[in-house]
Structure formats: C-alpha cells, structure tokens
C-alpha cells in the first residue's frame, strides 16, 4: 500500500524559511520509475508544481519558484525534503507531496493528504 | 513558460456527456494527465498518458490529445463526478498545471 504523508510547521513568519518533510512508504525512493513532486495549492486556488526529485537524485524546479527552493532525498529514512526560503503571506497553501511514476512521461498517481502552511506575523 | 488553458466551469446535466478541454502550445506532442479533486481532498489521477485509467477508475472517463488540446471526457456523468479537474504535462522537466475547472452536475 503506497501512501505519502506531509510534515512541517503549519505556521510561519514572513522571510522565515519553511521546511516540509514527505514520508512515503509501500515504495522506495531508489526505484528507477519513481520520484516525488511537491505540489501547492492556495486556498480555493489552483494546482502550483514546485520540485520533482528522480530516483537517479536528478531535480527539476518550478521556474517561477527556482531560486527558492531546495528538494532532496534521505533513501534510508524513505523522506523528501523540502525547503522555501524567504516565506511571504503569499505562499500560504496547502502543501502536498506526490509520487511521480515514470509511465511514458511522469504521472503523479498517489498523493499525500496535503499540509496547510500559514504565512502570517 | 509553458501555459495550460482550461475552462473555469462547465456544467451538464446527470446522464449526459461532459467535455473538459485543455489547450496547450503543441500539447498533443506531449502526455497529458487529468487529475480529479474534491472539496476538502487530495487530487487523484484519472487519466494519464492522454487515454489511459488508472485502475479504479470508472470507465465513462476517457481523454484524448491532439493537436494543441487535450480532452476529457466523462460520459453518463454522475452526481458523484461534480469536482475540480486538473489537466497537466510535462515541458522541459518542469510539470504544468492547467487552471482547473469546475464541473457542477445539475
């Protein structure tokens, strides 16, 4: 059974750096088909793609996002990390994490339950 | 930056067909996905590599990709079926979502 699970601070403060932790489980991160996307979404707004992580450790960012953004993989602890410098009221969202299945091109078919981020003072 | 267009609502009414497009610069060169969200739920997959389904999921939806647009299409549509859709693919390593679109069943 393959399921995600999001985790970090539901609240931050402006120009704080955000850190959210994605524990998957039923797949592992160093399967070839496999990666993890983290994927936002502002309330009663769209989908926003933010980082993709392959099982090779190759990533790929958001181009809008790119110079804020870190993602990165602990294998062992079966965890994606990511991390948002310089957080602004306008990145509240929730936060979700994604396996990414290469299936002709990458499809997200699990998703976690998502995680509300609140930026505010 | 790549650009998914969609519409922000379509309506049908309980039986008939629904069409949900999604225009893209050369799309149809490209795998499109379609995503399904319920208020207060994560997203899930209901079409990817432009037609297929997931397993679990219902056979009156279907896609389909050509040109500069993809289409989904949810046939005998149901109450169930009311949701956002999310169309989205790949450009240059960097995943695209559309805008969504809200189906209301009425």
């Known amino acids: 059974q393959v399921t995600l699970k999001e985790s970090g601070p539901v609240l931050v403060k402006p120009t704080e750096t955000l850190t959210l932790t994605c524990t998957v489980s039923?797949?592992?991160?160093?399967?070839?088909?496999?990666?993890v996307s983290w994927i936002r979404q502002p309330p009663g707004k769209a989908l926003e793609w933010l980082a993709h992580?392959?099982?090779?450790?190759?990533?790929s960012y958001s181009t809008s996002l790119k110079s804020r953004l870190t993602i990165s993989k602990d294998t062992s602890k079966s965890q994606v990390v990511l991390t948002m410098t310089n957080m602004d009221p306008v990145d509240t969202a929730t936060y979700f994490c994604?396996?990414?299945?290469?299936?002709?091109?990458?499809?997200?078919?699990?998703w976690g339950q998502g995680t509300l981020v609140t930026v505010s003072s | 930056s790549y650009e998914l267009t969609q519409p922000p609502s379509v309506s049908v009414s309980p039986g008939q067909t629904a069409s949900i497009t999604c225009s893209g610069d050369?799309?149809?060169?490209?795998?499109a996905c379609w995503y399904q969200q319920k208020p207060g739920q994560s997203p899930v997959l209901v079409i990817y590599?432009?037609?297929k389904r997931p397993s679990g999921i219902p056979e009156r939806f279907s896609g389909s990709n050509s040109g500069n647009t993809a289409t989904l299409t949810i046939s005998g549509t149901q109450a169930m079926d009311e949701a956002d859709y999310y169309c989205?693919?790949?450009?240059?390593?960097?995943?695209?979502f559309g805008g969504g679109t809200k189906l209301t069943v009425l």
């Open positions: 994604a396996r990414g299945a290469l299936v002709g091109a990458t499809v997200f078919d699990y």
């Open positions: 039923g797949f592992s991160l160093s399967n070839a088909r496999m990666g």
């Open positions: 992580i392959f099982s090779n450790d190759e990533k």
């Open positions: 050369n799309l149809g060169e490209k795998y």
């Open positions: 590599q432009d037609t």
């Open positions: 989205q693919a790949w450009d240059s390593s960097t995943a695209v």
